[in-house]
């Protein structure tokens, strides 16, 4: 049985992913999960809180490196967790009987949560609530064991005997996750496309969603606001983004744009499409263009024949269309310049053939706006076709000396 795809093997899946942080990727998560009326809030009622007209969930979320463990029984995280969650519970008005608390924790490895933790998570009535209090309090300061001054402000109202009621309140409603963020990645993956009901562009919806919350966020919070974003958007965005995918007529970008450093590598490698611009001496930018196209159409390629949305027989008459447009630009310049200098040549055929083949169409099908330009510099990486009129003598006397030189 084929083996399935991790999220991180998927190459047009950028590592960026991980840029996002890890708030609004777990709000994302929540709002894929959330229900008509919910309204998801990042930086209001907590790091993250679900919220609708008859309960709330405030979620902390925390990340666990290393031998760090926010859920161990001396964690300064862990108390001043539920040292916040009391504060709002007294200060702000929030309803026990209807509100959740929960701890995230995002790990790259599997780890076990704390015995308190797990003791206030498991607590399933009130008597199972206060012997988990007790223990917790037995644990911290049992024979006299000094508290450290980073988390004793926590512990001393937390187990205040008059804050009791809040406190055995909160372990109620408490639940603690221990997320691998792989598993993580996957498990949302999954439960996007459980809601979207295709897994042919999951992926790509899954890292606009993620751009989507971003920039709403960002509008919000740089006016100093906590960011709230209601279920309705977020449902309305996906249908749009399905809409744009389902749309028959067009062949959709699998690839996401190249950064201007990566390209700036592959000019350095100097393939033999790079000689090829070099030879017509194309700008710089112009060749960053290049790069970017040919990155891109090399995933596209490789992703549409994956996915069966083209045959290798289509990619086979593109091409050979690309090829045709390329030997009349040719000789219609060579016709119309016979004296031009091959270099000027060379350039007036690269932009005829661009421009010539924009509207060329696969299987029927308008292209990303990059893929032309893209083939176009794989046929001159196999040396199918050429810019410079005398590109394959020329390329082969520099090969010659290229090995005479090693």
């Given at each position: 049985?084929?083996?399935?795809?991790?999220?991180?093997?998927?190459?047009?899946?950028?590592?960026?992913?991980?840029?996002?942080?890890?708030?609004?990727?777990?709000?994302?998560?929540?709002?894929?999960?959330?229900?008509?009326?919910?309204?998801?809030?990042?930086?209001?009622?907590?790091?993250?809180?679900?919220?609708?007209?008859?309960?709330?969930?405030?979620?902390?979320?925390?990340?666990?490196?290393?031998?760090?463990?926010?859920?161990?029984?001396?964690?300064?995280?862990?108390?001043?967790?539920?040292?916040?969650?009391?504060?709002?519970?007294?200060?702000?008005?929030?309803?026990?009987?209807?509100?959740?608390?929960?701890?995230?924790?995002?790990?790259?490895?599997?780890?076990?949560?704390?015995?308190?933790?797990?003791?206030?998570?498991?607590?399933?009535?009130?008597?199972?609530?206060?012997?988990?209090?007790?223990?917790?309090?037995?644990?911290?300061?049992?024979?006299?064991?000094?508290?450290?001054?980073?988390?004793?402000?926590?512990?001393?109202?937390?187990?205040?005997?008059?804050?009791?009621?809040?406190?055995?309140?909160?372990?109620?409603?408490?639940?603690?996750?221990?997320?691998?963020?792989?598993?993580?990645?996957?498990?949302?993956?999954?439960?996007?496309?459980?809601?979207?009901?295709?897994?042919?562009?999951?992926?790509?919806?899954?890292?606009?969603?993620?751009?989507?919350?971003?920039?709403?966020?960002?509008?919000?919070?740089?006016?100093?606001?906590?960011?709230?974003?209601?279920?309705?958007?977020?449902?309305?965005?996906?249908?749009?983004?399905?809409?744009?995918?389902?749309?028959?007529?067009?062949?959709?970008?699998?690839?996401?744009?190249?950064?201007?450093?990566?390209?700036?590598?592959?000019?350095?490698?100097?393939?033999?499409?790079?000689?090829q611009l070099n030879l017509i001496n194309i700008k710089y930018e112009e060749k960053i263009s290049a790069v970017k196209a040919f990155l891109r159409t090399s995933i596209d390629k490789t992703e549409w024949a994956d996915r069966g949305l083209v045959t290798s027989i289509s990619f086979n008459e593109y091409e050979n269309s690309l090829i045709e447009i390329w030997n009349n630009s040719k000789n219609l310049i060579e016709l119309e310049n016979p004296t031009?200098?091959?270099?000027?040549?060379?350039?007036?055929?690269?932009?005829?053939?661009?421009?010539?083949?924009?509207?060329?169409?696969?299987?029927?099908?308008?292209?990303?706006?990059?893929?032309?330009?893209?083939?176009?510099?794989?046929?001159?990486?196999?040396?199918?076709?050429?810019?410079?009129?005398?590109?394959?003598?020329?390329?082969?006397?520099?090969?010659?000396?290229?090995?005479?030189?090693?």
């Amino acid at each position: 049985m084929e083996k399935e795809k991790t999220y991180s093997e998927q190459t047009h899946v950028p590592d960026k992913v991980y840029s996002f942080s890890l708030q609004i990727r777990h709000m994302l998560n929540e709002l894929i999960k959330a229900q008509p009326n919910d309204i998801i809030s990042l930086e209001a009622l907590d790091d993250v809180a679900i919220q609708n007209n008859e309960k709330s969930e405030l979620i902390q979320v925390k990340s666990s490196i290393s031998k760090n463990n926010p859920t161990s029984d001396r964690s300064v995280d862990f108390w001043k967790t539920f040292y916040n969650w009391f504060i709002y519970v007294k200060e702000d008005n929030i309803e026990l009987e209807k509100t959740k608390f929960k701890l995230v924790i995002h790990t790259n490895d599997n780890k076990e949560i704390g015995p308190i933790c797990k003791s206030f998570n498991d607590a399933n009535d009130i008597n199972e609530a206060n012997q988990a209090l007790e223990r917790a309090i037995n644990a911290i300061k049992g024979n006299g064991k000094l508290i450290p001054k980073s988390y004793e402000k926590y512990i001393d109202t937390l187990f205040d005997n008059k804050n009791r009621a809040i406190v055995i309140g909160i372990i109620l409603n408490f639940k603690a996750d221990m997320e691998v963020d792989n598993e993580n990645e996957m498990n949302m993956l999954k439960n996007l496309k459980n809601k979207i009901l295709t897994d042919t562009y999951v992926d790509e919806i899954y890292v606009y969603m993620l751009g989507w919350v971003n920039e709403k966020v960002n509008k919000q919070t740089k006016l100093g606001k906590p960011a709230f974003i209601k279920y309705a958007d977020f449902e309305n965005e996906i249908k749009s983004q399905l809409i744009m995918y389902r749309q028959d007529n067009v062949l959709q970008t699998i690839s996401v744009e190249v950064e201007d450093s990566k390209a700036e590598e592959e000019i350095k490698k100097e393939d033999v499409y790079i000689k090829q611009l070099n030879l017509i001496n194309i700008k710089y930018e112009e060749k960053i263009s290049a790069v970017k196209a040919f990155l891109r159409t090399s995933i596209d390629k490789t992703e549409w024949a994956d996915r069966g949305l083209v045959t290798s027989i289509s990619f086979n008459e593109y091409e050979n269309s690309l090829i045709e447009i390329w030997n009349n630009s040719k000789n219609l310049i060579e016709l119309e310049n016979p004296t031009d200098n091959y270099e000027i040549s060379g350039k007036k055929l690269y932009y005829s053939c661009l421009i010539n083949s924009s509207l060329t169409k696969m299987q029927g099908k308008d292209l990303p706006s990059h893929f032309a330009k893209g083939e176009y510099n794989h046929l001159a990486n196999e040396l199918v076709i050429g810019w410079h009129f005398k590109y394959k003598k020329l390329l082969l006397e520099e090969k010659k000396e290229e090995n005479k030189n090693e």
